[in-house]
């Protein structure tokens, strides 16, 4: 070809971006309905975000019986997990197995990037091009590039000057590093930092974390499941695959049902302590939904988690360093720990409040700070993500218009649902913005819906012998609308985090759907049971 890209006469039914849980699923679902698939990944191996992110600690927040496909019971009868909240290799391993029950391998080209999609109104097909200089002709394509893993590295002077080793959380190197005689710095104090500071903290020569914004953080109650226990799971998984849809977020719990103003004081007490203990993410998302709406409520639950890391910390002044003053409880994701706090009591730790003394540049042996050089041999980034956007954003993605995709977000953050965007037909997208998937969502429950979802949708187009499915801009608009309605009238709104993103005028918006994994999931299924009102079809 002229342009150096081979025509490789690969013309599929679908092509899907991804072989991390969305992914995968998408790839199992489209085969499933007799389509030709080809799927791509980046990496060498299944597992998106489990692929990547395996920093020391690397734990998801999520109970394992929950953070699971619910399609086939021989792998929910076959699959052993073995505890609570399940480690990086673990959830990685799972994910091979299931690639390897469904033979989904044979679908992908791994170490595969797409770096160009343009959709061609003439034939109502996508051009979508790798980075291994080949080209698919396909009738649509399924981005399950993920939510959280564009990599953001900041912008810190020197960066390239550094002669240690620097590495970021979610590019980290296979073989593992030995920190034992190493001066080590983190970057970053979110939910990845937080469980990279607590894991190396004991190993490292010296660790110096650097913190802008401290973080709440419950600890994690994570107790090894033997026969017994997961005999008990798994009679309940008819039940939990049922229940993960119907609640608020995606977990197998919810709210409580008592609202904040109808409890005493110790009533309110009572109720903190007892979810508390449960050791899990249900003290953010399954105590009383004011925390989301009044500053007042936010403020105590704020209180009582900052009580309970004075009472882990034994100097009072870095104790007062690690609470949150800027932001209300529940307005950021709140992650759980393990000894993070206690971190903080060991001789060779330190922690550097960047806001009171800022990272002035990054030098061939340390970081330099406004108080003087910290000499470091391994410096860590846990800078987390260019959110929500970020991985498409990475693509060339061009409409119906010509229009790329990335300055259309750059004006706009829009999606219709988080399932397509009007001006690019038969794209489909999962995590992207405007859907509870995004932020609010135990992630499996929403990846699984949202594919159930796209797959029947193909199904239907398909089956009514039609080529096109695009939304239509008045359904775009309603639900963009809609979702910033919901989104103003909550705290987390008005905080800065990567929930956030800010269009092209300025403004603000979302990143996720907050309205509920239950109330979309009836939103979604009503368009699909009204043959997708709302959509364009031709
Ligand atoms: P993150 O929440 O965006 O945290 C990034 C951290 O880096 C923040 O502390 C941020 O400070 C800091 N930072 C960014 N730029 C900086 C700069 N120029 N100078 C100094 N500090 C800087 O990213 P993350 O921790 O990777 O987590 C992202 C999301 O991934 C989580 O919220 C969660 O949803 C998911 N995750 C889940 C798990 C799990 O399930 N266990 C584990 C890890 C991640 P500021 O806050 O001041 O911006």
């Not at 019986?65 to 990086?88: A, C, G, H, T």
């Not at 073989?175 to 500071?197: H, N, P, W, Y």
């Not at 998984?237 to 904040?260: H, I, N, S």
């Not at 953010?284 to 009580?307: H, L």
């Amino acid at each position: 070809m002229a342009d150096g890209i081979r025509d490789n006469n690969t013309r599929v039914d679908a092509v899907v971006i991804g072989a991390g849980f969305g992914g995968l699923y998408a790839t199992y679902r489209l085969r499933e309905q007799g389509m030709k698939v080809q799927a791509f990944e980046a990496g060498d191996g299944v597992g998106g975000t489990w692929y990547w992110n395996r920093y020391p600690g690397a734990r998801v927040d999520s109970q394992s019986y929950v953070y699971q496909y619910w399609f086939s019971d021989d792998i929910l009868n076959k699959w052993n997990w073995s505890e609570r909240f399940p480690s990086q290799p673990e959830v990685e391993r799972y994910l091979n197995f299931v690639a390897d029950e469904c033979d989904l391998r044979k679908h992908y080209a791994f170490e595969t990037r797409v770096t160009e999609a343009t959709y061609h109104k003439e034939t109502g097909r996508w051009t979508v091009v790798t980075d291994k200089d080949e080209r698919y002709d396909t009738q649509f394509l399924v981005a399950c590039t993920g939510g959280l893993s564009a990599p953001s590295l900041p912008d810190i002077p020197g960066i390239d000057d550094f002669q240690g080793e620097l590495l970021h959380t979610a590019r980290w190197p296979k073989e593992g590093i030995d920190v034992s005689d190493k001066r080590v710095g983190v970057i970053g104090t979110g939910a990845t930092g937080i469980q990279v500071i607590q894991s190396l903290a004991p190993l490292a020569k010296h660790l110096t974390v650097f913190q802008r914004t401290p973080t709440f953080a419950i600890p994690m109650r994570n107790p090894e499941f033997d026969d017994a226990k997961r005999a008990e799971l798994k009679a309940k998984y008819p039940e939990l695959k049922q229940r993960v849809f119907d609640t608020f977020t995606g977990f197998a719990f919810d709210f409580q049902d008592k609202d904040w103003y109808s409890m005493s004081d110790e009533e309110r007490r009572e109720m903190m302590e007892e979810i508390w203990r449960d050791g899990s993410l249900s003290f953010w998302v399954g105590t009383c939904k004011e925390v989301f709406f009044d500053p007042e409520v936010s403020k105590q639950f704020g209180e009582f988690v900052a009580e309970k890391i004075r009472a882990r910390v034994n100097d009072p002044e870095t104790a007062d360093k690690l609470i949150p003053k800027d932001h209300g409880f529940g307005t950021r994701r709140i992650p759980l720990e393990t000894k993070y706090f206690e971190a903080y009591n060991r001789d060779t730790v330190d922690l550097v409040d960047i806001r009171a003394n800022p990272i002035q540049k990054i030098t061939a042996h340390g970081v330099q700070t406004a108080e003087g050089e910290v000499p470091l041999d391994t410096l860590i980034f846990a800078t987390g993500f260019d959110a929500g956007t970020g991985a498409m954003n990475r693509i060339d993605i061009r409409g119906r218009t010509g229009e790329l995709l990335r300055d259309l977000w750059e004006r706009n953050v829009r999606t219709t649902m988080g399932l397509q965007v009007h001006g690019f037909p038969n794209l489909f997208t999962t995590m992207a913005p405007l859907a509870p998937a995004s932020a609010f969502c135990n992630v499996p429950t929403c990846l699984q819906h949202q594919v159930d979802w796209i797959s029947e949708c193909i199904r239907y187009v398909r089956e009514q012998g039609k080529q096109v499915i695009e939304p239509t801009e008045a359904l775009e608009q309603q639900w963009v609308q809609h979702h910033d309605e919901l989104a103003d009238h909550t705290i987390v709104m008005s905080t800065a985090s990567w929930y956030v993103k800010r269009n092209g005028d300025g403004t603000r918006r979302m990143l996720s759907y907050l309205g509920g994994v239950n109330t979309y999931r009836q939103t979604c299924d009503d368009i699909a049971a009204k043959n997708y009102e709302g959509f364009a079809i031709s």
